[in-house]
Structures are given as C-alpha cells and as structure tokens.
C-alpha cells in the first residue's frame, strides 16, 4: 500500500487544492472562459487529466492505449464543454478516475513495484513502476488543479463552495 500521504493529496489534504471541489459548483458556461495571459479554460483543463489518467489506468492496465502523435492531441480543440450534460459527464468521469487511482494505490507493496509496459520511448527514461506512475499521475492532477484554482480566482469565483484556501 502507498503511503497514506498519496491518498490525501489526490483528494486534496495537505497542500494540495481539493480536485473534485475546485470543480464542483462549476457550471458548464464557467468551465469554457479563460482568463488573460492563460491558454486554458477549466473544461480543457478536466479533459486533459481526464484523459492522462484513463491512458494511465489502461497502460497499468496493459492495455496498450496509443500514446499521442503530438501532446497538442490530449487537449480538447474547444474552450467550451458542448452542453451542461457534456460537463456533468466530464466531472463524474473525473470523479471515478480518481477513485480508480486511489483503489490500484491500495495495491500490496509487490504490484506497487510491478513495471508498468512502456508506450512510448519517453516512458523507458522514467522511472515506471505501478507506485511511480500513480505519483507522476497525481502530480499531474495537482499542477492542474491549481491552475484551475487560479483561473477561478481571475474569474472572482474563488473559493469553491466547500471552501479552499484564499491566501
């Protein structure tokens, strides 16, 4: 089993910003907006990890996901989620991501050391265990986060209704 620390920082203890909450009482029309000086919109930002994490979990998985040609293929093209629906669907895929990479982090200390296959040659540069990839993961999820925290604060809709820090 990983440390406890992994569990409470992919839900948000600690330093980390609390993913599922940052995005909670986001409607869809908020999660398209950007904000000055950044690229990004919050929708483009949760579909992004969206899709890191289902490649990871399918590679720890062996199932031999396609690694994009280009990183620009692991973004959405649209700032925008196409409905309400669309976004909804996106949090709760959000949501059970999660929940998968905290259940594969329970796993006994000899599949947390069990390699997982490389996809593409970047892969055989890292260090790519079970226990590796879910911290590279979760690190992932967090820089994310808090670029999602930060352009709700440039959209002065900061903190989340569950609260967050606002220092």
């Known amino acids: 089993m990983l440390d406890r620390a992994f569990d409470e920082l992919l839900h948000g203890k600690g330093a980390h910003a609390d993913p599922v909450a940052c995005l909670e009482d986001v409607p869809a029309g908020m999660a398209g907006k950007t904000i000055d000086g950044f690229p990004h919109s919050i929708w483009q ?26 990183a620009s293929l692991s ?29 594969l982090a329970q796993s006994p200390p000899d599949a947390l050391a069990r390699e997982v296959n490389p996809m ?6 890292m260090a790519s265990s079970l226990q ?36």
């Open 132 to 167: 590796s990839v879910l911290w590279q993961t979760l690190v992932h999820n967090s820089y994310h986060t808090g670029q999602i925290a930060v352009i709700r604060r440039g959209l002065g809709t900061w903190p989340p209704r569950s609260g967050g820090d606002t220092w």
């Open 45 to 70: 930002l949760l579909s992004h990890m969206n899709y890191w994490m289902d490649y990871e979990i399918k590679r720890i998985a062996d199932e031999a996901p396609p690694y994009p040609e280009r």
């Open 120 to 125: 593409h040659p970047g892969h055989t540069k």
């Open 75 to 103: 973004w959405p093209t649209e700032a925008a989620p196409a409905s309400e629906k669309d976004w909804s669907n996106a949090k709760v895929t959000f949501s059970a991501l999660l929940q998968k990479l905290s259940n």
